[in-house]
């Protein structure tokens, strides 16, 4: 039967499956690699901070894109931990819409960031003049305003959609954390509202925001290829590397995982885990060594500064 009172309403998460016996010991990688992405996008939202020369639209993209990964490590963190490390796979149906909207909100975020990113290339090498001009520090305060609006506004009707479903099956999610289609299939009415409304919010934001992105570089490609010098061609093409690996980062684990869901009924349940981990995990973490290996401003400025720190250091001890 349906549970018409929520009260006490639970849902269970799903590890790797058929590796629990060693669940603590891939806590290890696991919570390693939320302390890389902590560290890391920590670390580019402080250079860039202490630096006065990186006050610039591209850094204040890439502190957008830093602060999104670190919303996006700690969404899905809670119940990471919970499962690898105490063995708790059981959460509550409040935390888990709770968690399901952060998720989803910090996702679109992220490829609204990557949007943006996109067309600060595309303005820095179609119209190099313009640049400052067009990308006023207000202008970026303003959309950085709109994508977070953007993406809260668009994911406030999930919870409180789903708050409204009766539960009646199997309570056991195919997933670490809590995802709205994962946590729809469990109800046992109808869920047609809240398919389109998914759809929706899907088509409108990743849908349109990687189709945006991609026309963007063709306009790049295309300006690029009128340029007489190859050197330039290949210094305008080199500025845009570290942009196409993050889009690249975010979007293939995405879409391999919904090819998984629409046509890999006889795929392992352990390719899902592994590409949702791929899609949450990785970019909050190889962003920042990507931007830090690709972007020699970036890299200069933490060379200079922890040599400028041990100086210190070295320093304060010789007093």
């Known amino acids: 039967m349906a549970d018409s009172n929520h009260t006490g309403t639970s849902f269970f998460l799903t590890g790797l499956p058929g590796l629990e016996a060693v669940h603590r010991w891939l806590s290890i990688p696991l919570c390693a690699m939320y302390v890389a992405a902590l560290a890391g996008n920590s670390l580019i939202l402080w250079v860039v901070r202490s630096e006065p020369s990186l006050h610039q639209p591209m850094y204040y993209f890439l502190s957008m894109l830093a602060m999104t990964d670190l919303g996006l490590s700690a969404s899905t963190?809670?119940?990471?931990?919970?499962?690898?490390?105490?063995?708790?796979?059981?959460?509550?149906l409040d935390v888990c819409l709770a968690q399901l909207f952060f998720i989803h909100t910090f996702s679109i975020m992220e490829s609204s960031v990557l949007l943006a990113m996109a067309f600060d290339r595309l303005v820095a090498i179609s119209k190099?003049?313009?640049?400052?001009?067009?990308?006023?520090?207000?202008?970026?305060?303003?959309?950085?305003?709109?994508?977070?609006?953007?993406?809260?506004?668009?994911?406030?009707?999930?919870?409180?959609m789903l708050k409204q479903l009766p539960y009646c099956r199997t309570r056991l999610l195919s997933h670490s954390y809590c995802l709205h289609p994962d946590i729809m299939k469990l109800a046992c009415a109808d869920t047609h509202i809240n398919s389109v409304y998914g759809l929706f919010v899907v088509l409108s934001t990743l849908g349109v925001d990687s189709v945006l992105i991609v026309l963007s570089y063709g306009l790049i490609l295309q300006t690029v290829l009128s340029i007489a010098?190859?050197?330039?061609?290949?210094?305008?093409?080199?500025?845009?590397?570290?942009?196409?690996?993050?889009?690249?980062?975010?979007?293939?684990?995405?879409?391999?995982?919904?090819?998984?869901h629409r046509f890999g009924r006889r795929a392992s349940p352990s390719s899902h885990v592994l590409l949702s981990y791929l899609h949450f995990l990785t970019p909050p973490v190889l962003n920042p060594v990507v931007y830090t290996i690709k972007t020699r401003q970036i890299r200069l400025r933490m060379l200079h500064l922890f040599r400028?720190?041990?100086?210190?250091?070295?320093?304060?001890?010789?007093?």
């Not at 963190?77 to 509550?92: K, N």
């Not at 400028?308 to 007093?319: F, L, P």
């Open 229 to 260: 010098s190859k050197a330039e061609r290949l210094k305008a093409l080199n500025t845009c590397v570290s942009h196409i690996c993050a889009v690249l980062l975010f979007y293939t684990p995405m879409i391999g995982l919904s090819m998984i």
């Open 128 to 160: 190099p003049l313009h640049y400052g001009t067009m990308l006023t520090s207000p202008r970026i305060a303003r959309l950085g305003l709109a994508i977070v609006v953007r993406s809260i506004g668009l994911h406030i009707p999930a919870p409180i």
């Open 308 to 319: 400028s720190d041990g100086t210190n250091i070295r320093d304060a001890q010789d007093r």
């Open 77 to 92: 963190l809670p119940t990471m931990l919970s499962i690898y490390i105490l063995g708790v796979r059981e959460v509550a």
